[in-house]
């Protein structure tokens, strides 16, 4: 079959045409000094000019036609190639995820053949890369296939419509290029603990079942300026993923915990940062100690989630698209961000919900204020539900608190010299620090406050992955 193009070569005929055409009357101009004649010759020569547009017009759309043609040929071929391979479908579902990780755009994670990783990846701009997202899915496949049949045949599809492309070189460059990036990343993962309706409404006994799920972020600033860089550390409909009741499912958290620390340290290998981990809990579930979750020390010491990681946890009703308080909340974290510098113990203000009007009074007192961002509470929550609720309802974004009075009230001057060591920026860290001490065996639990305390952290600007 000829690939002639027909069309497009009469179009350049009649551009070659009238083309000529123009300068027999130019040079007709050139050769008078009639004015009448000149006048009708400029007359034919602007017509002459409006039918070069117009078939200028046309050639370029009947260029793009034939462009776009050739393109889709290109990736009706690919798609041709890798579909009939359902084997090969886990590598090629992978070659996607990963190559979602490193583009700024949001695009269905979730796809179910190849046409439709194609079309997703077509979506996304190239900027200023030298190379286009599908390129970087391809390089992934060239890396991840060993199938020789389906190797030949991408080399084959190469040769025809990719000849300048090295793919291994690409591939090489753009793992260094992550690589480097990663180095300096700081990940996360977030878990998240929702009430299952639909589980609860089905139980004889009406007890409540939750469900938890977990991502990875591969890097915080990233996500939250672009809401890309994440995936899930668990699969939807797997036995960690299915609604228990709460006492089965911190029965399992420190297994769960295991696995999905295992999955992130895989993922992220050569990152100099520890991950920090992020809960988001139901309001009625703000009492659990998070940071004191056991994870696998390999030995027979206890080992707590916050010995080694950076964790907060957020309130999940601030999150769930129905909270009447969004404004106080921004406009409380908006001066949270003009006072990092201050120190800590200037932007909290002390509260206790033994007597709910006082509180209320002095959150009331606090929204007002332009200085106070948090609430130091005195004492272990009397109920912390109402507790939180109360700091939901004013939309203080932040909170600290232990879960337990400390012999001779040894939790609040241990608190207060806290929040009086460390500016604001620096408290989430110096929170750390304070858990970390109680690996050792003189901080002793009913004397130090690192075992007790409870640090909610709530950023309007940062969602879990599947609100954001």
């Not at 406009?331 to 800590?344: D, F, I, P, V, Y």
């Not at 075992?451 to 879990?464: E, I, T």
Request: a negative charge; hydrophobic letters at 35%.
């Amino acid at each position: 079959m000829s690939n002639r193009n027909h069309k497009q070569e009469w179009l350049l005929s009649r551009l070659s045409n009238f083309n000529h055409d123009k300068e027999i009357v130019q040079a007709e101009i050139d050769a008078t000094t009639d004015v009448l004649t000149v006048r009708k010759l400029e007359k034919r020569l602007d017509i002459i000019f409006g039918q070069i547009e117009e078939v200028e017009q046309e050639i370029q759309q009947e260029q793009k036609k034939c462009k776009d043609k050739l393109v889709q040929k290109k990736f009706d071929e690919l798609i041709g190639i890798l579909q009939p391979n359902e084997s090969l479908w886990e590598k090629i579902h992978q070659a996607y995820q990963n190559t979602l990780l490193h583009w700024a755009v949001r695009v269905k994670q979730n796809v179910d053949d190849v046409q439709s990783i194609v079309a997703e990846l077509n979506k996304i701009s190239q900027g200023s890369l030298s190379y286009s997202a599908l390129e970087e899915f391809i390089a992934n496949l060239f890396n991840e296939i060993f199938d020789v049949g389906v190797s030949n045949a991408l080399t084959q599809w190469e040769r025809e419509y990719c000849q300048d492309r090295d793919w291994l070189r690409l591939y090489e460059q753009i793992q260094k290029s992550q690589e480097r990036r990663l180095e300096k990343a700081q990940p996360a993962i977030v878990i998240t603990i929702t009430r299952s309706d639909e589980a609860s409404t089905q139980s004889q006994d009406g007890e409540t079942y939750y469900q938890l799920e977990s991502w990875l972020i591969e890097d915080m600033e990233t996500y939250q300026t672009k809401k890309t860089g994440f995936h899930s550390l668990l699969a939807a409909g797997s036995p960690d993923n299915a609604p228990c009741l709460l006492e089965d499912l911190l029965q399992n958290i420190t297994h769960l915990l295991d696995r999905l620390i295992s999955k992130q340290v895989k993922h992220c290998q050569g990152c100099e940062n520890y991950p920090q981990i992020h809960v988001f809990l139901p309001l009625e579930l703000m009492h659990l100690g998070v940071d004191v979750w056991s994870i696998d020390s390999g030995s027979n010491r206890s080992n707590y989630l916050g010995h080694d990681y950076l964790v907060f946890i957020h309130c999940a009703n601030r999150y769930d698209g129905n909270y009447r308080k969004m404004p106080s909340w921004k406009k409380l974290w908006k001066r949270h961000q003009g006072l990092l510098l201050e120190s800590a113990q200037n932007v909290f203000v002390e509260g206790h919900d033994n007597d709910l009007d006082d509180l209320m009074e002095i959150l009331d007192d606090a929204v007002q204020s332009d200085r106070i961002v948090g609430l130091q509470v005195t004492d272990a929550p009397v109920d912390t539900e109402n507790l939180v609720y109360e700091l939901l309802d004013h939309g203080l974004p932040i909170a600290i608190w232990s879960r337990t009075n400390l012999a001779e009230s040894a939790h609040r001057t241990q608190v207060k010299a806290l929040l009086e060591s460390c500016c604001l920026e620096t408290l989430p860290s110096v929170v750390k620090e304070k858990r970390a001490e109680t690996r050792r065996p003189r901080n002793k639990k009913e004397l130090h406050i690192g075992h007790h305390l409870s640090f909610l952290w709530d950023d309007p600007h940062f969602y879990p992955p599947k609100s954001a």
